[in-house]
C-alpha cells in the first residue's frame, strides 16, 4: 500500500532515495530544483574519468590518502583480539570529513555554483569545508550553534582564518540541528549560485548515497591493506562511531553485502540511555522525518525533535543516515551505546597504550571493544575517525 | 470475503470522495469568490495557549476569506525568524495536536470560513496519518500545507487517506519550480495552489521586485486549472494589491504573527490590521 517503502533487502539505495523504510527527500517544494539537479546529476559527475582523476589525486597530494591501517598490538592484547586501526585522524584536518567535502566542492564546480553553505557542529566539517573552499577559491558560509561556537571556539578561529564566514545560528536550541535547519533556510533564500555540503550521511536524498560514497575510500582502502596483512579482505568486525554517522558508512560500505562482517554501530549514551541526557538515537528514537529524510529519531511524543547531548559534540544529533536507521532496523548492523565517562576512559587508554589521542566521538568507538565478547581469533578494525586535539580541553578535565 | 470487505471499502471511499468535493468549503469559497482573497496565518498557541478560538473568531469578524492554523514545530525549516519564534513560543506554552484538536471541538458552531492547518510532516506521522485526517474531518479542518511533503511522497504514500476523509492537501510552487513540475503540481492539486513569491523563506521578502512581477507573470500566463494565491513577503495592502492582480489573493504570516506579538488577541485591532492590509 505504501509504495515508497516496500522491504528492501539490499543495502544500496533506491531510486527514489530509500533504504528499507527509510530515507527519501521530505523538502520544502523551495529546495526541490536544488536537491533534483543534484539528484539527477551527482551519479554522472562521479563516475566521469576527469572527475575521479581530480578527486583521487587531491585525496592523495593534498589529504594524505591512503591512511594507514595500523595493528595496535598493545590494545589487541588487552582486548583480547586482533585490533586494527583505520587512521582518519591522519586526513588533513584531522579528521575523515574531508573525504567528503573534497567530493562535493568538485560536485560544486561542475554544477557551476559559486558559493558554499555548510553546518557544523563540533566545527570538523566547518573546518574541512573551510579547506576545500579556501583550496578552490570558492566562498564559503558556515552555520555553527551559538553554544558550539563558544565550546569550540579554535575551530571557530581556524574557519575564519581558512576565509569563511561563521555565522552563529542563534535559533532553537543553538547547536547542530539548529546549524542544520539555518544552513536550509539559507539554501532556500540563494537557491541558484550555492551548493549545500552536508556533513554527514543524512538529509534528503541523495545527499546520504553521495557523502557515503565519497567515505566510502576508508573501506576500500580497509580491503586492500587488511589483505596485505591478513591475507584476506574482510575483519569479522568493523567499528565505528556513528552521530550522522559518515564515517561508518564510509567504514561500512564496501562490507554492506558481506554478511561474515559485522558492522558495529557506536552512539553516544551521554549521561546514560535513560538519563535524559543522551544521544543514543537508536536506543531512544522512533521513526520520524528530520532535514529531509526519514529516520530513526529522538522525539517527544507529539514529534517534536528532541535535543541531544553528549561529551562529544560530534555526536549529539538526534538522528542518524538513514543507511544506519535500515542497518538497524534489519539487524545487519550491531548497535551499542557508549556513556561520557567510558568514552573518555577509553580516550585515556587508546593514548597510554598506542601514543594515539582519538577524538572523543572516536573513543566512543573503542569503548565498545570490550563489551563485544571478542573472541582471539576475532580480526576488528576500528575507524579512527579523528584525532584528539580538538578534545584536549574536555580531556584535562578529567585527568 | 476478502474480495467483499474490498469493494465495500471502495464503494464507501467513493462515495467518501464525492460528499467531501461537494461539501468542501474551500471549493465553494473559489466558487463564490476568485479575486483578492485573503488568508491569514498563526500560530496555534500563540501568544498564549487557549488563544487559537479568540483569533479565529476575530479574523473571521474582520471578513478574512480563510485561516491558516500553523501547527507548531521544533525544527520549521521553510520558516524565518517570525514564524520560529512563534513557535518555539507556542511548544513553550504547551501547543501539541492533541490540544489544538481539543480547542477546535465545535468550532463549526460559529466558524464558517475554511480551516487550513499549515505545518511540518513529523508531528503528523507521530500523530497517525490517518488519525489526523480523522480528527480533521472531525472538528472541521478542510485542508492542509505541509511544505516538508512533497507531492510525489504525498501521492505515493498519503492521498489515499486524505482523500477517504475529505482532506485536501495543497502544494506549494516557488519561481524555481520548472514548467513542468508546474503542470504536474497543477493537474494533482484540487482545491489551489500556494505560490511561493521568491526564493525564500517566510518573512523574509521585502516588497516586490521586477523579477517577481516576470514570475508571477510567467504563471498567470500559465492558465492554471487551480486558483493560487501568493504567499511569502505579504505584509501591508501594497504588497496585497500587488499579488492580487496576478492571483487569486495573498497569504499574510508573519505579518500577523508581528501584530499578535506586538498587540495583542483583541478583535479591533485584528480588524484593524486586515483592514489595513485589505485597505
Known sequence: MQTTIEPQTSFEVTNKGFYGHFGGAFIPEMLYPNVEELRQNYLDIIADPAFQAEFWQLLEDYVGRPTPLFLAKRLSAQIGATIYLKREDLCHTGAHKINNTIGQILVAQRLGKRRIVAETGAGQHGVATATVCALMGLE????????DMERQQPNVDRMRMLGATVVPAKSGSQTLKDATNEAMRHWINNPVDTHYIIGSVVGPHPYPDMVARFQSVISEEIKKQLFAKVGRETPDYVVACVGGGSNAAGAFFHYLNEPSVRLVAVEAAGKGVSSGHSAATTALGKPGVLHGSRTILMQTEDGQVTEPYSISAGLDYPGIGPLHAHLFESGRGDFYAITDDEALQAGFELSKLEGIIPALETAHALAALPKMNLQPSDVVVVCLSGRGDKDLNTYSKHL | MNDNRLITKNDNQKILMTLSTTQNRISDLFSQKSERLLSVYFTAGFPNLNDTLTILRSLQAANVDFVEIGMPYSDPVADGETVQQSNGRALDNGMSLKTLFAQLQGCRRDIIMPILLMGYINPVLQFGVENFCQKCQEVGVDGVILPDLPLDLYLADYATTFREYGILNVSMISPQTSESRIRYIDEESNGFIYMVSSASITGSVKGTSDSMRQYFDRIK????????????????????????????GAFV???????????????????????????
Open chain 1, 140 to 147: 564559503c558560509i558556515v552555520y555553527m550553534g551559538s553554544i
Open chain 2, 221 to 248: 500566463a500559465m492558465n492554471l486549472r487551480n486558483p493560487y494565491l501568493i504567499g511569502f513577503g505579504i505584509n501591508n495592502h501594497e504588497t496585497f494589491d500587488t499579488a492580487s492582480q496576478y492571483a487569486n
Open chain 2, 253 to 279: 504570516g508573519s505579518a500577523f504573527i508581528r501584530h499578535l506579538a506586538q498587540n495583542g488577541t483583541s478583535e479591533e485591532g485584528i480588524k484593524e490590521f486586515v483592514q489595513t492590509i485589505r485597505a
